[in-house]
């Protein structure tokens, strides 16, 4: 037996566990996933309204592949305002949204129990053209974990070695074999894999049609969602923010990236918290890598007066080079073919980022709710008002 096997079949024997103590089997929590972007949508909307939640909807100027509109839709539950907060994103990386849509719509199946002053705010696709169109960037190729830049940090540049290798990371041509594993081989061989990971995978703003582009201004939709929490989160005096994503990582498990700002809590008291290891990104030892533009690090920013705990939960889902390799061919088919969805590039990118095999959908969706509630237990109880 591969230690994968009996890596997984611990993980499922934990998710049986898990399910149990909450009361969902696993073919509920595969429910949980929807097949694309209006469905899920529908049905996050459905499952906040069925559940008393007040729903909010940003809309966006770009369409979906049918012509649909795009709206980032929140639902909030318990009390408005609130002191005590904790806020759920999904999807701020697009196609990555399939597993945490499907925790968030099983959170309003059983949300957590909650006190007065307290709420649970749960923003649903923050990149909706990504998710629609199967896309990790948005509407203008913007990679929006990249695009959060602070007052005074300049839109322009790129790491020298993302310039160095740009013509195999991204080759102005429609997809197809160019010995692309050979060639990154070479590359890892040259300049050493960490060095290349975080020069590649930081963000870049000179490159518009390249991976990882942070682009040249706050786009729409972040612009629209900082808008609005600055408008709703004005009385909290505690949030917690979760942002869940997918890809790196071992297939099936979670990985906890934070990185302590004002205000936040010590990251060994809030591990404690969650039992569970959290990893600083701004370390240089981190198995991540630093990003220049996170979502993370703007939350404490445009909320002044609020001390903000933010966590990015990261879902493995295949190893790093055929993760990098699929986003590689869907931005060719992009930007140089078509881009439209009946393509094995498209197929391929959303596969690498949600697989289909029923075990990690399950799997990620008892990670996903482990987490939230063991955040929400922090942030309506433990944690010291
Ligand atoms: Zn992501």
Known sequence: MKSGDLNSRNALRSFRATSERLGTGLNN???????????ARARFRAAAQAGGAALHALALDARGPGGEALTIDIAWLGDAPARRILLHTSGLHGVEAFAGS???????DRPPRMDADCALVLAHVLNPYGMAWLRRANENNVDLNRNFLGDGEAWSGAPDLYRRVNHVLNPPTPPASDFFHLQALWLMLRHGFHPLKQAIAQGQHEFPRGLFFGGR???????????WLRQNLADARYAFALDVHTGLGRRGEDTLLTEA???????????????RRLIDVTREDSVAYAIRGGMGAMLPRILPGVAVDFILQELGTYPPLAVFHALREENRWHHYGTGGLDHPAKRQLREALC?????WRAQVVARGIELARAAADWTFRTREQ
Do not use: C, K, M
Request: proline share 12%.
């Open 102 to 108: 499907a925790v968030q719509l099983a959170l309003l």
């Open 217 to 227: 201004e706050l786009q729409q939709g972040p612009r629209r969602y900082l808008e």
């Open 261 to 275: 700002g004002p205000g936040a809590t010590p990251i060994a008291r809030l591990g404690a918290a969650l039992n």
């Open 29 to 39: 929590a595969t429910d949980f996933f929807s097949p694309d972007y209006t469905t």
């Open 355 to 359: 697989p289909a095999a029923p075990q």
